[in-house]
């Protein structure tokens, strides 16, 4: 059995290395050889914590609160690994865990909080014990001395230890080390016991146990030694057991400098796999986005190289270039914003999510015109772009009558406005954020209205508002060259709790 954990701890699948590593611990936990369980404890929690697997982890964490336990680490340590381990416990082990829990709370004397505990686990170890799935010896020792603690009814104290241990030959040598430990705390062994804890005792190498049960031992006849011979026993086993202390807690010393370094150098790579990776992501993030300033680039060059626009033509593809870059810079820093939360997973989910986007952008760079349909879908998809950069508090709605669907407005002039919506009503603190967009038309015109409860643009800091301006110039150049200029309107009410952009324009439908 060793040599196949041996094996399965080599294994290339990181799962089985784990569950190999802590079926190793465990091994050594049941010979009480708690310094030798560390290595494989650690190695299982490191895997079990890479592969995210909350079922081993609760295991490693009970398995750690005990050998460190068993070792006399810092009880507040003990403690909080145990509590871990019951956090992260499935519901068939979470008894099993929180009686260890209560053995770990004795230690440091909260017997109260024992005895509540105990309240909770006995009826279910009772149930449990019937069925034959385990002995409660050691529930039973523990709130024996929980109740001793608070000087309560010794006569429940001596019917609770002696049902702990009538069951302790039938333990495994762990569980029963620990209840002959607590039975000697109560004095409540008998001779005869007290010399069968001698002879475990010397049987799992426990000279402290020994000790203890010698010191409490009368008839040393039965262990059939003379008088000097049960001293000098008795002087060798606080001797040995003195010895054995100094050595675990050495051992202990040296094994958690080494485990510190082993820390700090997993810190270190991790910390280096996580800056190359940020470094890729945002090399990443940038390459796409200057692709696709490169792309409406390439796109301005081969139109003009081909056709040779009109420069009222090329006026309106200058308005709408220079909104794609404030677009795109937006959508820069909110991606920086995840990348310096060092938030890589939601960084890349952003990216895929603005790449949809941008590809919307791209098929319909080269129409001049699209219906107001078209052009909510495309606010839609930029509206879950801004709710997954913190902005998920906004509420966004659309609104048309049963004509405006298909009216054709120039392309893109709703985002930008949109854009400052979220920019300015995102961040307030107020409940009932919204932004509402709107269209209706009105006799020979369709009027447009982006309301939002942020405050008034003007209020807020000077030089604000680029997107609002460059949608300014657009309309004045859709003005200067329409046939019914009169219909081309822009006008603003920015007011404390509520802002609104009103656009109207001439009515144009599909052909």
Known sequence: TSQILEELIGASDVRIRAWASL????????????IAALPHIENAEYLFRELDDKLGLSKVMHYKAHAYWSLGA?????????EAAIALAPPDKWSMYSGNHTIYLLDRGYYKEVLSLSDTLLPIFRKEESSGQILPSEAYAVRAVAIQGLQGDAQEVDTLINAALGQINFLNPVDRLHVYRLALYLGALSQQQLAVCVDFAQKIKSADLEAEAREQLDQIDLLGETSDQSRRALMSAYKRASRDSELLKEELVSYELERSKRASL??????????????ATSLSIIAALLAFVLIYRNQNVASQARINEQDAVLLLESYKNRIRPHFLFNQLNNVNSFLNQEKLEEAQEYVGLLSVHLRLLLESSNEKLSTISQEYDRLKNYVILQQKANNDKVEVRYSTDQESPQVRIPTGILQPLVENSFKYAGNMKFSDVYIHVSAQVIENKVNINIEDSGYGFMERAPGTGQGLRLIEERIAFYKSISPHPELWTLSTDFGKRKSTVNITMPLTYNS
């Open 23 to 34: 079926a190793q611990s465990e091994k050594f936990i049941l010979q009480t050889n708690f």
């Open 74 to 82: 810092n009880a507040k340590n003990v403690i909080a690994f145990s």
């Open 266 to 279: 997993r810190e270190e790579k991790a910390a280096a796999f996580k800056q190359t990776t940020f470094l």
